[in-house]
């Protein structure tokens, strides 16, 4: 299906980084050797990484349309759809470590009430017409009911193919209305697939084969594919038809923050180009592993991905029900 990827970000936000020349002192004086400040959000991150491949994308948001967050997305090829806000776009702060060690500081975001989010979904169904993919990610902003997301993916049914990426409460809702609130995707880590199926996240991580056991209990209840990042260890990916696994190319980690997202876009990116199940899963690890390369959010360019370095193993012939 051709069309753009549109793009729901609920709750964005500034992402400002900080490199730190060292490992984190508490209490300390710090004298940093880096920081930056972007845009961002984990819809707003796809969008960037679709506009970097020559795709078209539509990127939701709340915010004013005037709002300097809205011009520099503007300004980087995006267009941006805007809902009436209920505050300032609110700043996440993220520290990381010559090692690659990440902590993030994420603010609230303003507190919406119900107006705010009708103005947010409809302005989202109205973009979602003759999209190829909506994308739903990312937390949802204080006020807002944790089944926001199901209730978006049962509305946009028949409009679009619909892809999740999202944790905790929202995550929980969704799992809890399947098969009326199927995504064609969902792409939780292991500690939110463990949050779902009632399994232990570290297993999920270091063993595929349970990974992708887990990750089957959601195709059998309606989801359409399951991709399942795995941290350092790779990726999982599994639908009616199979399970493959992709280990993690050899990768210097810079900056995990985006990593997860670019490992989504990866995916879409390949199944816009109609490649099979294997190579879709191929590109979405290349992606996922070249972000976390890169420093801060840095989406990966054509020059950054090489998915001809990540193997895959069909997982067909392991009992997986």
């Known amino acids: 299906m051709s069309g753009p990827i549109v793009t729901l970000t609920a709750n964005p936000s500034f992402d400002r980084t900080v490199a730190l020349p060292g490992p984190l002192e508490r209490g300390a004086v710090v004298r940093v050797e880096a920081m930056t400040s972007q845009a961002g959000g984990k819809g707003v991150n796809i969008s960037r990484a679709a506009v970097g491949a020559g795709l078209d994308t539509i990127a939701v948001l709340p915010a004013l349309a005037d709002d300097p967050f ?7 090829g995006i267009d941006c759809r805007t809902s009436r806000p209920a505050g300032d776009v609110r700043v996440n702060l993220t520290l990381t470590e010559p090692d690659g060690t990440t902590t993030k500081l994420n603010g609230p975001g303003a507190t919406v009430d119900r107006g705010h ?5 409809d302005t989202l169904v109205r973009s979602a017409e003759g999209g190829a993919w909506t994308v739903l990610a990312g937390s949802l902003p204080p006020g807002a009911p944790a089944g926001f997301y199901a209730a978006l993916v049962a509305r946009l049914h028949g409009v679009s193919r619909v892809a999740v990426d999202t944790s905790e409460g929202p995550l929980a809702a969704l799992v809890d209305q399947l098969p009326d609130a199927a995504p064609d995707l969902l792409k939780p880590n292991a500690e939110e697939l463990a949050s779902v199926t009632g399994t232990d996240a570290a297993q999920l991580e270091t063993d595929p084969s349970v990974a992708a056991k887990a990750a089957r209990t959601l195709v059998d209840k309606g989801v359409r594919t399951v991709l399942a990042t795995l941290g350092g260890h790779g990726a999982v990916l599994v639908d009616a038809e199979g399970a493959w696994f992709a280990p993690a190319p050899p990768t210097v980690v810079v900056s995990t923050v985006g990593a997860g997202d670019c490992t989504l876009f990866g995916y879409l990116l390949a199944e816009q180009r109609g490649l099979p199940a294997p190579d879709r899963l191929a590109l979405a690890v ?5 972000a976390a390369g890169l420093p801060g959010t840095t989406i990966p360019g054509p020059a950054d991905l090489h998915p001809e370095r990540v193997a895959i193993q069909d997982l067909q012939s392991t009992p997986l029900r």
């Open 70 to 76: 809205v011009h520099e997305l503007e300004l980087a």
């Open 117 to 121: 989010l009708d103005d947010l979904a």
């Open 286 to 290: 290349a992606y996922g592993s070249a």
